[in-house]
C-alpha cells in the first residue's frame, strides 16, 4: 500500500446548546458545527509489523488503540473485514488537543475517508459517520464537515448552507478543561439562556455573517469556573475590540474563536493575542 496523507480539519461550535441528560449517560445536544481550513496531517502506511501503531510530533498522544485515530481504523477493518495489522498512523497535529476543536476526532474521521478511498470500500459518508459515531460522538460530524447541524449525541446531522467565507482568529487559554466535569455541572444548574439556533439557521440561509456571528451562543461558557470563565470573556473581549463580528468559546473548550470580515483586523487580533497565548492561530472557514 502507497503512504496516504491526508487533512484532518479543526471544527468550531458557532452554537451549543445542552438539551437534557439521556438515560445512556449522554445529552442531547443541538450545535451548529463549521469546519476551519486549521488541520493536521495524517499520514496512513502499512508496515511489516503486528498490530496497529499511532506516532505524532507530540509525545503525550497515545499511540495504541486509546488513540481515536487508532479506534476508527479498527473499528472500519473489523466492519470491512481488512487486516490492520502492520497500519501506522502518523499525526502531524497543528489543531490544539483537548481544546474543543475536535482535534482528535477530525483525525478519526481522516482515517476514516481515506481508507475507505484507497481500499475502494465504497461506504457512503452517511455509513462512515455511522461507523465513527463508535468512535466519538462528534466524529460523525467530522466524517462529513463543511456547515452542518448535529444533534441527539451529536450524530444526527443535516448538512446546513456554507457559512460565507471569513477570517477566523483562534485562541487557546492556557487552562485545560474536562468534558465530563462540565457536563457534570450542566447537570448541577439551571441554564437560563439558550442560542438562539433557529434564528442561526435563518442568518446561513440569508448568507448573513454579521447575523450568525451575533448568535454564537456556548451554554459551556455559562458554567465554567469563575477564573476560567473570566480568562475566556477577556479574550472576547480582546477579539472584539479588533473588530471581530462575534466571538464564543467552541465545544466544552477553552478555546476561543472570532470571526472577522477583514484581513486587517483579524491580523491585528491575532498579533496581540499571540503574546499572552502561544496557541493562537489566524485560518478561515471552509
Ligand atoms: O463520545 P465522546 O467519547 O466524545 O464523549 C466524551 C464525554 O463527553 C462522554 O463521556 C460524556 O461525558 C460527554 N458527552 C455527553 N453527551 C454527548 C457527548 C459527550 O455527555 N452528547
Redesign the pocket.
Known amino acids: 500500500m502507497e503512504p496516504i496523507v491526508t487533512k484532518a480539519r479543526a471544527k468550531l461550535n458557532l452554537t451549543l446548546d445542552v438539551l437534557g441528560k439521556r438515560s445512556d449517560?449522554?445529552?442531547d445536544?443541538c450545535m451548529v458545527m463549521q469546519s476551519v481550513a486549521l488541520c493536521d496531517t495524517v499520514t496512513i502506511r502499512r508496515e511489516a509489523e503486528r498490530g496497529i501503531a499511532v506516532s505524532s510530533n507530540l509525545d503525550f498522544l497515545p499511540t495504541g488503540k486509546n488513540n481515536l485515530a487508532a479506534s476508527a481504523a479498527l473499528h472500519l477493518c473489523e466492519a470491512a473485514g481488512m487486516d490492520p495489522n502492520g497500519l501506522r498512523i502518523d499525526l502531524e497535529k497543528s489543531i490544539p488537543v483537548c481544546a474543543g476543536m475536535g482535534g482528535g476526532s477530525s483525525d478519526a474521521a481522516a482515517v476514516l475517508n481515506a481508507l475507505n478511498q484507497a481500499w475502494k470500500l465504497g461506504y457512503a459518508p452517511q455509513e462512515l459517520a455511522a461507523l465513527g459515531e463508535r468512535v466519538?460522538?462528534?466524529v460523525p460530524y467530522c466524517v462529513l464537515g463543511g456547515t452542518a447541524l448535529a444533534e441527539g449525541?451529536?450524530e444526527i446531522l443535516t448538512p446546513l448552507p456554507s457559512l460565507p467565507w471569513c477570517f477566523v482568529v483562534i485562541c487557546k487559554p492556557h487552562f485545560a478543561v474536562s468534558?465530563?466535569e462540565l457536563?457534570a455541572r450542566i447537570d448541577g444548574m439551571k441554564l437560563h439562556c439558550h442560542p438562539d439556533t433557529r434564528g442561526m439557521l435563518q442568518a446561513l440561509e440569508n448568507g448573513d455573517v454579521l447575523g450568525v456571528a451575533r448568535r454564537m451562543y456556548n451554554v459551556f461558557e455559562d458554567v465554567l469556573p469563575r477564573n476560567q470563565g473570566g480568562t475566556v470573556a477577556e479574550i472576547k473581549t480582546e477579539l472584539i475590540r479588533h473588530g471581530a463580528l462575534g466571538a464564543c468559546m467552541s465545544g466544552t473548550g477553552p478555546t476561543v474563536f472570532g470571526l472577522f470580515d477583514t484581513l486587517v483586523g483579524a491580523w491585528r487580533a491575532y498579533h496581540d493575542l499571540r503574546q499572552t497565548y502561544t496557541e493562537t492561530f489566524l485560518t478561515v472557514t471552509i
Do not use: A, I, N
Open positions: 449517560g449522554y445529552h445536544l466519538g460522538s462528534d449525541r451529536g468534558t465530563p457536563f
